[in-house]
């Protein structure tokens, strides 16, 4: 049996009433910076990772760069 979790609007606003007196009101706004930050980064982590892959699946196997010793 699968339980779901609903989140109405008084659980919402006690966590941002939590949120606020954890913080202050001055402090949020830095938060949100830096967690939008945060998830720029990641996303261009993993465009970096998939255009890495995607670049090394378009070279055949035999034609990869190789140094002669």
Do not use: Y
């Not at 606003?13 to 954890?22: E, F, K, S, Y």
């Not at 720029?40 to 070279?59: A, M, N, P, W």
């Amino acid at each position: 049996m699968h339980t779901v979790l609903f989140i109405g609007t008084w659980e919402i606003v006690a966590i941002v009433l939590v949120i606020l007196l954890l913080f202050g009101g001055k402090k949020i706004p830095e938060l949100a910076r830096g967690l939008g930050k945060g998830v720029k980064s990641f996303k261009q982590g993993l465009k970096d990772v998939e255009e890495d892959i995607s670049s090394e699946s378009d070279t055949p196997a035999g034609k990869e760069d190789k140094k002669d010793n």
